[in-house]
């Protein structure tokens, strides 16, 4: 679920089916029959429809569950932090205790803003987006991510902060453990 | 019987509703709503050019300072979001006004204060500097560091008359329905809805009527919240309070979300109203339409929070709620909506004209869309897609290609049948650009959150600018199509004002 | 909004000649609502019009001679207050108490009944009071009014005139001449009246320097203070226009049966 190049795929996808329908209807609009006999068929594709669109959403929102990014439930799929760092967002530029990480354990950000609301957002050494969370002022969240592999990876802002807001990066290094 | 008249009776016999009333009673709101539409549309083509500004700056092509590019973007947003509104509000008015009595100084006066309201919006980010954003997330519009609290405040009072006159014309509608159809219970068709359609003694509204007063109640209660957001805003500017960053992020997203989201609701009220007209099948309201539609007064005011999943500050509960209630909102809109108006055309015989093929465009662009946000409401898949390029493509498809585009549909068919000229075939053409280019453009938003490409970025990396210079080329074909349909209205523009007053009379 | 060192000064100006004028304009009107109009005798003219028009008399009185007026050349806030109360007060209550006074205005000689409708035609009145607004703004000019008082009186006058002009095709027109027949007329022209001051008012707020250093030699006045008033003289004729124009809309425009007759 956390692989936004399979995400734009299914989208792709169920965007495709939906096309192929959409022009098929369009081109199908020609030569004209009357509306009661639509009307029966209409019915049983809406109630169809109904059944199957729920049975995903429902099935869906039960796999959500257990893949909810917030501290309680990551802690639950990843065990209790082995490594708690502080990252403080101010207008611009990222205050971040330590930025020499492990590969493979669990690691919580207590994320934090000293100005406005910035967004901590981990990228990899790809550029690939893996996890983020708003750094909110007044509040502090907690974001528990475990690294795959070592690298240099690439904290972002992401939430709009004001004119420096594209130039607030940092560097976060994850080694093997030793 | 003159040929516009009888066409008028076989409408009506048919049960559709033609837009000018048989005792023209509705001429001069059909004016207004014509000049909403123009005013909107207008002002949306000027916000695509500063919208094609920022995708050449981010594209590297045209780079303009930062402090410039966020101003421009401000204006962007805002803009887009009270001009896309204006239009479909006024379409929808003219829609409802042959059978609901509307007052057109009401809505002028809307009107009035709604411009007064952009105005301010515009004045404040480019003469005054203001940079924070369409949606002034508290507390970055007083803490911007790069423009005055006079900007923000400006700002403000801008946002505060756009409420105003869309409160006003929000409880105006509301108003005027209940009174044609002898109240809130009648208008809702809760008696029939509650019996699962075996109370039939009430009349049923017709459902642009019944849209109408949905999307009323829902503008209400936005309008309401922005205008009361506010107050702790102001009293904060002022030094007098503080305000809790949750509660305003919830605050400012009830009321900006629902704006936004409130102009594809309308958009779809047009589509209900123009294509009957289109198809020659009238579109019932059926106990599917009631449910639908008095289920959407609901939860088109609860998924406003899945814009909050990345603040963990957030309850869980609220986070998992607004998850249920961004899909529960997919059901409705499309079971019904979308599908009744593929029904609605499949095999009509309909007459493919500039207009229903704008209409067709729109009903596709909102499917797309809303896939796109339906996976972008799901937790776990907002980890990786929140505050990139992915959201910009979701709205921008709901916007161009959904309410924009039944917006342009809806205009079309006002102008064709009060000035009684049908539309060049060339605007045919004009309409493949606009839904190729825009396509081209949306999808090009998808690939670049599919890459992780944040948004709000006035500066893109050297390989994040191939997304935006794809995109230019799409975003030019869509200006000529657009520039295409502009000029084919105008040309036909006075002839239907003209009409509003009634046929001419054959000499 | 800033500090403002200057101190206010509370008192009223005394100006015979001044008072005089608008005594025997007040006179002068009185006769001629008592009388029903200035060429017929048998119009009957509401007391709303007469308020109307001793309010205007009485606003130009206030904006002129009270703290207001006297603090003009101490502080641009009150300046700005002043011509505010001028051009969207008291020019739109002299007209709704003049305007129908002209109704029969088929008495007059043609020059005289053509005048108004000529200058009060939409565009001409736009022009002429969006001219005159900026250009009196213009630092040079606005310096010029604060150093010699006779042009100060000469700046009033055009400010009253220009937007008597302005507020005629909404408030005075009458049937023989109404230029401005639909709501959609009156809302653009409304709009176009609004936009133009509202962005003068937004230059000024935004500027980032003092634009009339002659309020910088105003005892107890700093840069700081002289730039936070302007700030405040800004969105003095901004916010305010933006109500002012509201209450006009709601005012001017009009249901369409009333529009109909009036054109006929």
Same mark, same amino acid.
């Given at each position: 679920m956390q692989n936004p190049h399979v995400i734009f795929a299914v989208l792709i996808a169920l965007g495709v089916v939906w096309t192929l329908g959409w022009a098929m209807i369009m081109a199908r609009s020609g030569r004209s029959i009357a509306v009661e006999q639509l009307e029966r068929s209409e019915n049983r594709i809406r109630v169809g429809l109904l059944g199957g669109l729920a049975a995903i959403a429902i099935v869906l929102f039960v796999l959500t569950l257990p893949r909810l990014p917030f501290a309680g439930s990551r802690r639950a799929e990843l065990g209790p932090p082995q490594l708690t760092i502080t990252a403080t967002a101010v207008q611009w530029g990222w205050i971040i205790s330590r930025d020499r990480l492990t590969v493979g354990v669990p690691i919580e950000f207590d994320v934090t803003s000293r100005d406005v609301n910035h967004d901590f957002a981990i990228y990899d050494p790809g550029g690939r987006l893996l996890a983020q969370v708003q750094a909110m002022p007044g509040y502090t969240n907690r974001l528990v991510y475990r690294f795959r592999a070592p690298g240099t990876y690439t904290v972002r802002c992401l939430e709009y902060c004001g004119l420096g807001h594209h130039m607030m990066t940092a560097r976060l290094t994850v080694a093997r453990q030793e | 019987m003159t040929p516009a008249s009888r066409q008028a009776a076989l409408a009506d016999a048919a049960g559709l509703t033609p837009l000018l009333a048989p005792d023209r009673a509705n001429s001069s709101v059909l004016r207004v709503a014509l000049a909403y539409l123009v005013v909107g549309l207008g002002s949306f083509l000027l916000m695509g050019l500063l919208g094609l500004l920022m995708r050449l700056d981010q594209g590297g092509i045209l780079v303009i300072a930062p402090v410039w590019f966020y101003r421009v973007m401000t204006l962007h947003g805002a803009g887009m979001v009270a001009s896309i509104l204006l239009a479909v509000t006024g379409g929808l008015a003219g829609a409802v006004s042959a059978t609901t009595r509307l007052s057109a100084r009401v809505l002028w006066i809307a009107l009035v204060i709604y411009v007064i309201g952009t105005s301010f919006v515009? &004045?404040?980010?480019?003469?005054?500097?203001?940079?924070?954003?369409?949606?002034? =997330?508290?507390?970055?519009?007083?803490?911007?560091?790069? *423009?005055?609290?006079?900007?923000? =405040?400006a700002m403000y009072a801008g946002y505060l008359f756009v409420a105003l006159g869309l409160l006003l014309y929000s409880v105006h509608m509301l108003h005027a329905l209940a009174s044609a159809h002898g109240g809130l219970v009648r208008l809702f068709a809760l008696r029939f809805l509650f019996s699962f359609g075996r109370d039939t003694r009430d009349p049923l509204p017709r459902p642009p009527e019944l849209i109408a007063g949905v999307i009323s109640i829902d503008s209400i209660a936005a309008a309401t919240v922005?205008?009361?957001?506010?107050?702790?805003?102001?009293?904060?500017? +002022?030094?007098?309070?503080?305000?809790?960053? &949750?509660?305003?992020?919830n605050a400012v997203l009830l009321f900006?979300?629902?704006?936004?989201?409130?102009?594809?609701?309308?958009?779809?009220?047009?589509?209900?109203?123009? =294509?009957?007209?289109?198809?020659?099948?009238p579109w019932r309201t059926t106990w599917a339409v009631v449910c639908a539609w008095d289920l959407i007064i609901i939860l088109m005011?609860?998924?406003?929070?899945?814009?909050?999943?990345?603040?963990f500050a957030q309850p869980v509960g609220l986070q998992l709620l607004a998850e249920i209630a961004s899909y529960a909102v997919?059901?409705?809109?499309?079971?019904?909506?979308?599908?009744?108006?593929?029904?609605?055309?499949?095999?009509?015989?309909?007459?493919?004209?500039?207009?229903?093929?704008?209409? +067709?465009?729109?009903? *596709?662009? *909102?499917?797309?869309?809303? =896939?796109?946000a339906v996976l972008d409401a799901t937790i776990p898949v907002n980890q990786v897609l929140h505050n990139t390029m992915w959201v910009p493509a979701h709205f921008h498809t709901y916007y161009l290609l959904g309410a924009v585009a039944f917006a342009w549909g809806y205009l079309f068919h006002m102008v064709r049948e009060l000035s009684n000229q049908r539309a060049s075939r060339a605007s045919s053409i004009a309409v493949w650009l606009y839904g190729i280019g825009g396509a081209g453009f949306i999808l090009m938003f998808f690939v670049a959150g599919a890459n992780s490409v944040p948004r709000r970025y006035a500066v893109h990396l050297a390989q994040w600018q191939t997304y935006a210079r794809v995109a230019i080329p799409f975003v030019i074909v869509l200006a000529l199509g657009l520039a295409w349909l502009s000029w084919d209205l105008a040309r036909r523009f006075m002839a239907a004002w003209r009409g509003t007053e009634g046929p001419a009379l054959q000499s | 909004m800033g500090t403002v060192s200057v101190s206010f000064v509370w008192g009223w100006e005394w100006d015979p000649p001044f008072v005089a004028a608008l005594v025997v304009a007040e006179l002068v009107y009185v006769v001629l609502w008592a009388r029903g109009g200035i !060429?017929?005798?048998?119009?009957?003219?509401? /007391?709303?019009?007469?308020?109307?028009?001793?309010?205007?008399?009485?606003?130009?009185?206030?904006?002129?001679?009270? /703290?207001? $007026?006297?603090n003009g050349e101490r502080l641009l806030s009150m300046h700005m207050v002043e011509h505010d109360l001028l051009i969207w007060v008291a020019a739109p209550l002299v007209l709704v108490g003049v305007a129908p006074?002209? %109704?029969?205005?088929?008495?007059?000689?043609?020059?005289?009944?053509?005048? /108004? $409708?000529y200058l009060g035609r939409p565009l001409v009145a736009w022009v002429t009071s969006t001219i005159l607004l900026w250009v009196?703004?213009? /630092?040079?000019?606005?310096?010029?009014?604060?150093? %010699?008082?006779? !042009?100060?009186?000469?700046?009033?006058?055009?400010?009253? $005139?220009a937007y008597l002009l302005y507020w005629w095709p909404l408030i005075g027109s009458s049937r023989e001449i109404d230029s401005l027949p639909t709501n959609g007329a009156r809302v653009a022209y409304l709009v176009a009246g609004m936009m133009q001051s509202a962005l003068l008012g937004a230059l000024i707020t935004f500027h980032q320097s003092v634009l009339y250093t002659a309020y910088l030699h105003v005892p107890g006045a700093t840069p700081v203070s002289a730039l936070a008033n302007q700030r405040l003289a800004g969105a003095l004729m901004w916010y305010p226009g933006a109500i002012i124009f509201t209450v006009a809309a709601v005012l001017v425009i009009r249901p369409p049966a009333r529009l109909a007759t009036r054109a006929a």
């Open positions: - | 515009i &004045l404040a980010t480019m003469v005054g500097g203001f940079g924070g954003g369409w949606t002034v =997330l508290y507390p970055l519009p007083t803490h911007g560091l790069v *423009w005055t609290l006079d900007a923000a =405040l922005g205008a009361l957001y506010l107050v702790p805003i102001f009293l904060h500017a +002022a030094g007098v309070i503080s305000v809790d960053a &949750l509660y305003a992020k900006g979300h629902t704006m936004a989201n409130l102009s594809i609701y309308v958009g779809a009220g047009l589509v209900y109203a123009a =294509l009957p007209a289109f198809t020659g099948r005011l609860t998924n406003y929070s899945h814009h909050l999943y990345a603040d997919a059901l409705p809109s499309f079971i019904v909506t979308i599908i009744g108006a593929l029904a609605l055309i499949y095999r009509s015989g309909i007459r493919w004209t500039a207009a229903p093929m704008l209409m +067709a465009l729109g009903i *596709w662009g *909102w499917v797309f869309g809303g =896939l796109g | !060429v017929s005798r048998s119009l009957r003219l509401p /007391p709303s019009r007469l308020t109307a028009f001793t309010a205007a008399m009485a606003i130009i009185a206030i904006a002129l001679l009270s /703290p207001i $007026g006297v006074m002209l %109704d029969r205005a088929e008495r007059f000689p043609a020059v005289v009944r053509k005048a /108004p $409708g009196w703004h213009a /630092p040079l000019a606005y310096e010029w009014t604060l150093a %010699d008082e006779t !042009v100060h009186h000469i700046e009033h006058l055009s400010f009253l $005139g």
